[in-house]
Structures are given as structure tokens and as C-alpha cells.
């Protein structure tokens, strides 16, 4: 089956850096990725929904500057949190899919756990 | 209200029970997927379903597009089915999916 990475698991930064996350479709070509938050005993938040060499789509009340989306290429996408503070702690998950209805065929990371200081 | 409601949020059963869990929702959809997520936070794609059933091992999803309601049951359930359980949607139209809130499932040994 579909396999998605996240990279890193588990991160943990002081208030004020930046934090890269990365996400690969690691045995398909993905043409469109996504990126959740999810706070504790909650549901996924969509926080942006990226297409291979397009700039992403924000939803309404998320800070584009603040969560930087590049996806460069078909296997690999990115988000970059810039000067993290400790409201930004959360676990975010970022899902993978292709073909022209990615709403019916995404394929899920296994999250990344961000602890800011 | 949500445009798709799960229930119940919250379901403790002993090991063995037949387990079901509910969702409904208002919006025209292509698919209905069943996540499962385990404490770890991981998520695992378990059905994706437009029509009527689909079943994999203990676990069975059904869709009525007509009432606009999935179903998705466990049978001999196991401690290890313990997880949370999301129902999301893939709207008519749109790239995204539309979660529910999850129901929180515990099985007791």
C-alpha cells in the first residue's frame, strides 16, 4: 500500500526558531499533499493543502507567513513552522494523494509531535 | 452543527462485544472514509467507501447515500482495537476531507 513519512517524529525547540517538517510519499507520486493539526482529544484541523509546483491553499485562519508550505516535488513536502511559539505545540500529520479526486484517495503520515519551549 | 457528527464520542466495551459506530452527515459527498488513530497519534486509513459495504478481517464499513449515514462495526472486538475512530468526508466537488470528531473506543480485557 500507499507509504507516508514524516520526518521528524518528535521535535522539541525553544520559542522563537523555526522548525522543518517533512513530509514524503514514499511509493507514489503525490500531487497533492496536505497538512492537519490536531490539538489533544480533538480532530484533524486542514491547515493547507498544497499541489506539486503551485504555491499552497490556506484555510481561513491560518497564517501563511507563519506556516510556510513548499512542495518541490512529488514525493516531498514541507512545513516550515517560523519563530515557534509555545501555542504552536500541537501534532501535525500531513497526508498524500494523487489522481484527480484527492479527497477520495489520501494517505496519512504518522505525525510529527512539536513541543515548543 | 458539523457536517459530519459521529457518535457515540466516547464507548468502553468488554473484550468479545460487537462494537459499532455511528456517522451521519448533511453535505453531498463522492466518499466516506474510516480512520483509525492510536494513541501514538498515527493514523491508518481503514475503509474509503461511496457504496454499500466493504469488510476486511472483523472490521465492516456500510454507507446509505440515501440517509446520508455510515456504519462502521468491529466484531470480536480485542484490547487492541482500542483507538479513536474518525469518519471524514470527501465532499462533492472539493479536494478536502471534512472529519468527524472521533469516537474514543476502549476495550477491556
Known amino acids: 500500500g500507499a507509504v507516508v513519512s514524516q520526518h521528524p517524529s518528535w521535535v522539541i525547540c525553544k520559542s522563537g526558531t523555526s522548525v522543518k517538517i517533512e513530509c514524503r510519499s514514499l511509493d507514489f507520486q503525490a500531487t497533492t499533499m496536505f497538512w492537519y493539526r490536531q490539538f489533544p482529544k480533538q480532530s484533524l484541523m486542514l491547515m493547507a493543502t498544497s499541489n506539486e509546483g503551485s504555491k499552497a491553499t490556506y484555510e481561513q485562519g491560518v497564517e501563511k507567513d507563519k506556516f510556510l508550505i513548499n512542495h518541490a516535488s512529488l514525493t516531498l513536502s514541507t512545513l516550515t513552522v517560523t519563530s515557534a511559539h509555545p501555542e504552536d505545540s500541537s501534532f501535525y500529520i500531513c497526508?498524500?494523494?494523487?489522481?484527480?479526486?484527492?479527497?477520495?484517495?489520501?494517505?496519512f503520515g504518522p505525525g510529527t509531535r512539536l513541543l515548543v519551549l | 452543527k458539523n457536517e459530519v457528527e459521529q457518535s457515540p464520542q466516547n464507548l468502553t466495551a468488554q473484550e468479545g462485544e460487537f462494537i459499532t459506530i455511528n456517522c451521519s452527515y448533511s453535505v453531498g459527498i463522492s466518499a466516506l472514509h474510516w480512520l483509525q488513530q492510536h494513541p501514538g497519534g498515527g493514523i491508518v486509513s481503514l475503509f474509503m467507501?461511496?457504496?454499500g459495504k466493504k469488510k476486511h478481517g472483523r472490521l465492516i464499513a456500510t454507507i446509505n447515500i440515501q440517509e446520508k449515514h455510515s456504519s462502521l462495526h468491529i466484531t470480536a472486538s480485542h484490547p487492541r482495537d482500542s483507538a479513536v475512530y474518525i469518519c471524514?468526508?470527501?465532499?462533492?466537488?472539493?479536494?478536502?476531507?471534512?472529519f468527524g470528531q472521533g469516537t474514543r473506543l476502549t476495550i477491556n480485557p
Open positions: 497526508s498524500a494523494s494523487w489522481g484527480s479526486r484527492p479527497g477520495e484517495t489520501q494517505y
Open positions: 467507501l461511496s457504496s
Open positions: 471524514a468526508a470527501s465532499i462533492q466537488g472539493a479536494q478536502k476531507l471534512v
